[in-house]
T-cell receptor, first 109, second 113 residues
């Protein structure tokens, strides 16, 4: 099982749609989790951390299921500007961050 | 506060040439990292540093060297460039641990022909 797995997509959705991305991780000792956003030909930037109780930032909601080793990101009311690649990032047992390959989202008008 | 800066933005090398990718941060972060990102692939850690004078290998260190003489700077050296080193290179930094939020520079696009 790969350390961090994501559906590569692409996810093509119209403006206003709700879209969800999933991510699974293999190391049950992982302790911290993040979603990063990467625009085309740009550097990754932190979108949000993922907390055990789940957390929300505007239109974005992140959830963690430790039992299933699963993280999700929900985007509501998609905007054209949400088009990007979303990277799932997991702390590998306190030693390093492991980056998933990313899920590509394309929002169209 | 510029954050993490990288130079050059683009570079084309011939096989066997050498070059240094520059990285600097002005956030007084202790930890710095070099990653490479190939098309459709995740970020792979090349080297990292936990402070001035201390560096360690990441997942894909072969063909690269680093040094950390100051807190601010973390250059990556490519010796004897090979086509397999064609990639986008990102430098990143974090404040207090390898699992903290990492802040990335804009990247260097390197092509080896």
């Amino acid at each position: 099982r790969k350390e961090v797995e994501q559906d590569p997509g692409p996810f093509n959705v119209p403006e206003g749609a709700t879209v969800a991305f999933n991510c699974t991780y293999s190391n049950s000792a992982s302790q911290s989790f993040f979603w990063y956003r990467q625009d085309c030909r740009k550097e990754p930037k932190l979108l949000m951390s993922v907390y055990s109780s789940g957390n929300e930032d505007g239109r974005f909601t992140a959830q963690l299921n430790r039992a299933s080793q699963y993280i999700s990101l929900l985007i509501r009311d998609s905007k054209l500007s949400d088009s990007a690649t979303y990277l799932c990032v997991v702390n590998q047992a306190g030693t390093a961050l492991i980056f998933g390959k990313g899920t590509t989202l394309s929002v169209s008008s | 506060n510029a954050g993490v800066t990288q130079t050059p933005k683009f570079r084309i090398l011939k096989i066997g040439q050498s070059m240094t990718l520059q990285c600097a941060q002005d956030m007084n972060h202790n930890y710095m990292y070099w990653y490479r990102q190939d098309p459709g692939m995740g970020l792979k850690l090349i080297y990292y540093s936990v402070g001035a004078g201390i560096t360690d290998k990441g997942e894909v260190p072969n063909g690269y060297n680093v040094s950390r003489s100051t807190t601010e700077d973390f250059p990556l050296r490519l010796e004897l460039a090979a086509p397999s080193q064609t990639s986008v290179y990102f430098c990143a930094s974090s404040y207090s641990s390898r699992t903290d939020t990492q802040y990335f520079g804009p990247g260097t696009r390197l092509t080896v022909l």
